[in-house]
């Protein structure tokens, strides 16, 4: 009678073996796709940086006040590790180039100013690049979530401590927010 079940014993190990290592490989894809994405947003992010001196300097001409508060803002890049924390670093950042761009709004010489509108042509470039490489990362972020999530993929998950990943989020300086209508 023992024997009548063997064959049922192999196949069903060998289906479970089989089913673990190709969700195991599974996990590892979406972590390498997640780390090369996060580097096309870090890439994009440092593209940004790189801007920030120059539109500094072409508005340091009409108001100085506003490019030095910029440049603090700027200093205060401390390259942070972590989604979260670097997050938080390029909000900052964010702001403070909102608040810069609309000083042009305030000179007009400095709207003007083509210089300032080719850098700002740049910015406008680098932060779609941002949204396009967040876009993706996230992406990638939820097919990896969903997988961790999901049964029964979720308890390979635990044995093999794969953990959900972290969204990416930024508010962008060249978006526009909608004006308050009270």
Same mark, same amino acid.
Not at 150 to 178: G, M
């Given at each position: ?48 940086f790189n801007l920030i001196p ?13 490019? *030095?508060?910029?440049? @603090?803002?700027? /200093? &205060? %890049? ?46 406008? *470039?680098?932060?779609? @690049?941002?949204? /396009? &490489? %967040? ?44 004006p308050r209508v009270e």
């Amino acid at each position: 009678m023992e024997s009548e079940y063997f064959p049922v014993y192999v196949f069903g190990s060998i289906f479970l073996v089989v089913v673990t290592v190709s969700t195991y490989n599974r996990f590892i894809k979406y972590r390498n796709m997640i780390e090369e994405r996060w580097s096309g947003i870090d890439i994009a992010l440092k593209r940004r940086f790189n801007l920030i001196p120059n539109l500094i300097s072409a508005v340091k001409l009409y108001s100085a006040h506003e490019a *030095d508060i910029m440049q @603090e803002t700027a /200093q &205060a %890049r401390h390259g942070a590790s972590g989604v979260g924390e670097r997050t938080q670093e390029e909000s900052a950042i964010s702001h403070s180039l909102q608040g810069l761009l609309a000083v042009a709004e305030a000179y007009p010489d400095l709207k003007a100013n083509q210089n300032f509108l080719a850098l700002q042509h740049s910015l406008t *470039d680098v932060e779609n @690049e941002i949204q /396009q &490489a %967040r876009s993706e990362f996230n992406s990638a972020v939820r097919q990896n979530n969903t997988l961790v999530q999901s049964f029964p993929s979720n308890i390979i998950a635990k044995i093999f401590k794969f953990d959900n990943a972290e969204y990416f989020s930024l508010e962008l300086a060249t978006e526009r927010s909608l004006p308050r209508v009270e």
